[in-house]
């Protein structure tokens, strides 16, 4: 059994020449699988399951040659599918890859959140997995996946060479993805996404050739549309699920938040050119909710649902660079106004908008009076921004923030 106190795993892993001794969820810094054979390329210390059709197997995902297939896990049944099934109807064994899965099939394999069907990555610090990413409570983190030396984000990131150790945010300069595959031009580190249709990705979008196309992303079912879909739009973009589905909820919720406060900007401040999500002058292609030019400094701003809570801090960072960029790097103003839940001296303000039994987002009657207030504090900082020249390249102003 695994050394560690109250651990009943079998041991496969210690320091190279030592005797097995740890499982893989208790293995110390430096260890590897001992009990096992392991890939066939030198200092890969990963087991083996790719090799060609009737081959043992000899090497592991990331070192497999092409054509070579998984010959050690029991694969979908589909027909000339290679991928390790995961789903079937519930208590049945597994049968179908997530490709092929039959509506109503789910995960059978992998443990599953405690609140639903999806596999969970988070609990608390020394805590088994319990929870989704959606349903995780306060404080936890992702206990499975490796995380950056200096933060809870999975690294992809380090020297050429080396393991992955830094997230997009921390890696520093001269840091390459060493996780993902690369596109195939020379000394370009972006994930390919494009190739011709059947192929494997190869190129990134900058390099790609004439003809090819994206390969990796699901895209919209609608004829000619190259944009890509999201799973909770039934294989449709947004833009193609509202234009299909105007009754749903979901096309009638559509920024309902944000043409709200908009609506009220707009009205209070007629005299003003508001220009609303809509591109500004750039490469970016960014579009800010609202904007406005005061010739000397630039107000814009930004409605942060629940504070934007689910966004990855560095792809934020990077949104406001880029704006600032497609403006010239004149001064900006950036008002980020969140119209949802918040914390205030350590008490919890709840949401000034609810659905309501239709589904349909609507301010809740107990809260139009602070729904009111917040627009006026809103307002406030247009009035006052509006003849004050900020100091810094950037400033930002966060409203019915966590304080």
């Known amino acids: 059994m ?6 009943n795993k079998r041991p496969s892993f210690n320091y190279e020449g030592e005797k097995a001794s740890y499982c893989k969820d208790h293995k110390k810094e430096g260890m590897i699988d001992v009990a096992h054979k392991l890939c066939l390329v030198l200092e890969c210390n990963t087991r083996p399951n790719f090799n060609y059709e009737g081959e043992k197997a000899s090497y592991c995902k990331d070192h497999k040659k092409e054509g ?3 010959v050690v896990s029991k694969t979908c049944i589909e027909c000339n599918c290679n991928t390790q099934p995961n789903f079937n109807y519930e208590g049945q064994p597994s049968a179908y890859c997530t490709h092929h899965k039959k509506e109503g099939m789910i ?4 443990k599953t959140c405690r609140e639903c069907n999806t596999r969970p990555n988070f609990n608390y610090e020394g805590q088994s997995k319990a929870y989704c990413a959606d349903h995780k409570k306060e404080g936890m983190i992702n206990v499975v996946s490796k995380t950056c030396r200096e933060c809870n984000t999975q690294p992809n990131f380090n020297y050429e060479g080396q393991p992955s150790a830094y997230c ?8 390459i993805n060493v996780v993902s ?3 195939l031009v020379l000394e370009c580190n972006t994930r390919p996404t494009f190739n011709y249709e059947g192929e494997k990705a190869s190129y990134c979008k900058d390099h790609k050739k004439e003809g090819m196309i994206n390969v990796v992303d699901k895209m919209c079912k609608t004829h000619l549309c190259a944009t890509r879909v999201q799973e909770k739009f039934d294989g449709y973009c947004l833009r193609c699920y509202i234009y299909t589905y105007p009754e749903n909820p979901v096309s009638r919720n559509y920024k309902t938040k944000e043409f709200a406060v908009g609506d009220d900007v707009i009205q209070n401040f007629p005299d003003y050119i508001w220009i609303r999500d809509k591109t500004v002058n ?3 292609k960014r579009r800010p909710d609202l904007l406005v030019d005061f010739y000397s400094h630039i107000l814009i701003i930004e409605i942060d649902e629940n504070m934007h809570d689910d966004y990855d801090c560095s792809c934020e960072n990077k949104r406001i660079m880029e704006i600032s960029q497609d403006l010239g790097h004149r001064p900006i103003v950036f008002i980020r106004f969140n119209p949802d839940k918040y914390k205030q001296n350590g008490k919890t303000i709840t949401s000034c908008w609810g659905n309501n039994k239709k589904g349909i987002c609507v301010i809740k009657k107990t809260k139009k009076q602070e729904w009111a ?3 006026n504090a809103l307002k406030e900082q247009i009035m006052y921004w509006s003849v004050n020249i900020p100091d810094k390249t950037i400033e930002t102003v966060q409203l019915f923030y966590d304080n």
Do not use: A, Q
């Open 2 to 7: 695994c050394k560690e106190t109250g651990c």
């Open 282 to 284: 750039g490469c970016s």
């Open 107 to 110: 995960n059978v394999v992998d």
């Open 181 to 183: 595959k690369t596109c």
């Open 168 to 175: 997009t945010h921390h890696k520093k300069e001269g840091m």
């Open 373 to 375: 207030e917040r627009l």
């Open 68 to 70: 070579m297939i998984n």
